[in-house]
Antibody
Framework: QVQLQESGPGLVKPSQTLSLTCTVS????????WNWIRQPPGKGLEWIGY???????FYNPSLKGRATLSVDTSENQFSLILDSLTAADTAVYYC??????????????WGQGILVTVSS | DIQLTQSPSFLSASVGDRVTITCRAS??????LAWYQQKSGKAPKLLIY???TLQSGVPSRFSGSGSGTEFTLTISSLQPEDFATYYC??????????FGQGTKLESK
């Protein structure tokens, strides 16, 4: 069974940079697209971007170039870096595996989420 | 970007009720439409993908339908564990991926 686990700081100061890691167990990170999604407290889901071990990536334009994703196949991990943080970046951050089959795609495995608060 | 609009945003229902949630897209997205269930404090859980394919392990009272720009999620007979928030998501080949705003299903 594939499992994903986010890790990183729970509190970051405004203007600083957030670094989160998602560790994948029970499966290889080399085959799929790996996504980050966030959810501000009491609000809906916002897709951040995806990264594939081939190097293909796409980011949500709403983040205005502040996000960088990467994959470490040797550690079976993928990471999110988000810079120039403001209070609006306070959210639960999820990692998720994207699977494409039968002509469609979907997020079939999710991490449990990590709450990141941006505050001085 | 492709916009998804769910209706209703809030829904009150009773155990045993048949419930339908609608998701409308700003342009055609079939079959790149998925539905998720999220309970308080938990990660979303995949219910339906490809607009109508039930994810393994999901009870058969859940079903999805639709094509083009209009899609529905139906729960045929509501169970106590189904009270949650439901989201649709589009994953076409042209990101960014987007989610609907969510439908909160509450006990009447």
């Amino acid at each position: 069974q594939v499992q994903l686990q986010e890790s990183g700081p729970g509190l970051v100061k405004p203007s600083q940079t957030l670094s989160l890691t998602c560790t994948v167990s029970g499966g290889s990170i080399s085959t799929y697209y790996w996504n980050w999604i966030r959810q501000p407290p009491g609000k809906g889901l916002e897709w951040i971007g995806y990264f594939h071990s081939s190097g293909r990536s796409f980011y949500n334009p709403s983040l205005k170039g502040r996000a960088t994703l990467s994959v470490d196949t040797s550690e079976n991990q993928f990471s999110l870096i988000l810079d120039s943080l403001t209070a609006a970046d306070t959210a639960v951050y999820y990692c998720a595996r994207e699977r494409c089959t039968l002509g469609t795609c979907y997020f079939d495995f999710w991490g449990q989420g990590i709450l990141v608060t941006v505050s001085s | 970007d492709i916009q998804l609009t769910q209706s209703p945003s809030f829904l009150s229902a009773s155990v045993g009720d048949r419930v339908t949630i609608t998701c409308r897209a700003s342009q055609g997205i079939y079959p790149y439409l998925a539905w998720y269930q999220q309970k308080s404090g938990k990660a979303p859980k995949l219910l339906i993908y490809g607009a109508s394919t039930l994810q393994s392990g999901v009870p058969s009272r859940f079903s999805g339908s639709g094509s083009g720009t209009e899609f529905t999620l139906t729960i045929s007979s509501l169970q106590p564990e189904d009270f949650a928030t439901y989201y649709c998501q589009q994953l076409t080949s042209l990101p960014p991926y987007t989610f609907g705003q969510g439908t909160k299903l509450e006990s009447k």
